[in-house]
């Protein structure tokens, strides 16, 4: 019987091992749960996957005693864990555990009845609590959260201080409100500094959502994204207004891309030095290392308010950890125990010290983070972080909130830019397509 149980354990490790999976297997008596991941890359090619497989191979070791937990890098990444997901639902199955990357299964799964709801777990564990940060605000959902990240996206902004000083204005550190944001960019332009470059997509929708911040009534009406009957909002119509007048309009076509995943230019601008300010997250402290603009003048910021001194910040948690209903106690127990090692303030460093990106947990100490790490680009990435975490405002990127209007959108900064829509056409077209879908 015995020699029966170890060829088995032998069988199963051969053909785990042969699946891309990492098994530390010594007693098939024990709890077994398989966590499915995307970070399938080699170590030359994206250093943080190989660090993100360490982290979840230390845990599996530190368990081995207690269950086995078998990790598998998917190598459809996380768009084919998503569409995996879809069948398997369609037939009644899913994941012990998977990391989405922000994927959004959570509607399909909940309506399945297939996913674990983890508030219970975080309202009676506070350290638990603390570590998942906004994600336990942005998920909640009909008073359930089905997923919980180890990253977000934090999203604030970088400026070229030595341009700045160049023009004479004001540093985005010392900005009160937009106003001032309005008067640096005026004096940068006089300055024949371009103020910053944009595409149809992401950086531009980083302002506007930024913008929408900027008072009570703005961020009410942004907060209700998704489930916006109309557009015809006069705080959207002045973001509108503040995007065509004050953003659009201060740079040329040369500095306005296409948008879409190969535009990179405003990004290859700032960090040649040609343009004064880069709005993209936190991950682009790396992007300084070696910059032709000089690292040391390379500095990080978030968005100012209407309300003088107060800060706001995009950050978006999404969905990640997924875990399924239909687990005996135990398999569910180990899955719980992961994500809280995964939202951990010792894993929440490591992510933000190996440049990983930004963690979520309000119990990162950043100042020993600061203290510890060596380069200059890791201190950046710390700095940006911190400032994230402690702006006074912290909402959802524009895709999260809006979801299917934000290409709508986006399409529309064209024709601001080049004046051939105004505000009130773009809330027309914008209410033009909510219809479609009544």
Request: include cysteine.
């Amino acid at each position: 019987m015995k020699l029966k149980k170890c060829i088995a354990l032998s069988l199963t490790t051969a053909l785990t091992a042969s699946m891309g999976m990492t098994v530390y297997a010594a007693d098939s008596e024990l709890p077994t749960i398989t966590f499915t991941h995307g970070y399938y890359h080699d170590a030359s090619e994206w250093p943080a996957a190989a660090e993100m497989r360490a982290i979840y191979d230390e845990f599996a070791e530190a368990h081995k005693d207690e269950f086995n937990f078998v990790v598998k890098a998917d190598e459809t990444g996380a768009e084919g864990i998503y569409n995996t997901a879809l069948n398997d639902l369609s037939i009644g199955e899913f994941y012990d555990i998977a990391d989405f990357g922000g994927w959004d299964i959570v509607p399909v799964a909940s309506a399945s009845d297939a996913i674990l709801d983890l508030k219970p777990y975080l309202d009676e564990d506070a350290d638990f609590k603390a570590g998942v940060g906004v994600c336990y605000d942005q998920n909640l959902t009909d008073d359930k959260i089905y997923s919980v990240r180890e990253q977000i996206e934090g999203v604030g902004f970088w400026y070229n201080q030595a341009l700045f000083e160049k023009a004479g204005a004001q540093t985005p550190d010392q900005w009160q409100t937009w106003e001032d944001f309005d008067t640096a960019v005026d004096k940068l332009c006089e300055a024949e500094i371009m103020p910053f470059g944009l595409n149809a997509g992401w950086p531009t929708n980083i302002l506007l959502a930024a913008y929408s911040q900027r008072n009570e009534t703005s961020r009410a009406f942004y907060l209700n994204g998704k489930s916006v009957e109309s557009f015809n909002d006069d705080t959207f119509r002045e973001s509108l207004a503040f995007m065509q007048d004050k953003v659009l309009k201060k740079i040329d076509a040369a500095n306005f891309g296409p948008g879409g995943d190969d535009d990179e230019q405003y990004r290859t601008d700032f960090f040649d030095g040609k343009t004064a300010m880069l709005f993209n997250g936190v991950w682009d402290a790396g992007g300084a290392a070696d910059c032709g603009a000089g690292i040391e003048n390379i500095k990080p910021a978030v968005f100012p308010t209407d309300e003088s001194g107060k800060k706001a910040a995009l950050l978006s948690g999404g969905t990640g950890l997924v875990v399924s209903n239909k687990l005996d106690e135990a398999q569910t127990n180990a899955c719980i125990e992961f994500i809280k090692y995964m939202t951990s303030p010792e894993i929440a460093s490591r992510i933000i010290e190996k440049g990983i990106g930004m963690a979520p947990g309000e119990n990162v100490n950043y100042d020993e983070l600061l203290n510890k790490v060596e380069t200059d680009d890791a201190k950046l990435l710390v700095q940006a972080c911190q400032l994230c975490q402690n702006a006074d405002y912290q909402a959802l990127g524009l895709g999260n909130t809006f979801g299917d209007a934000e290409a709508e959108i986006q399409g529309k900064y064209a024709g601001l830019m080049d004046g051939t829509k105004t505000p009130d056409d773009v809330i027309e077209e914008l209410d033009g397509f909510l219809a479609a879908f009544e």
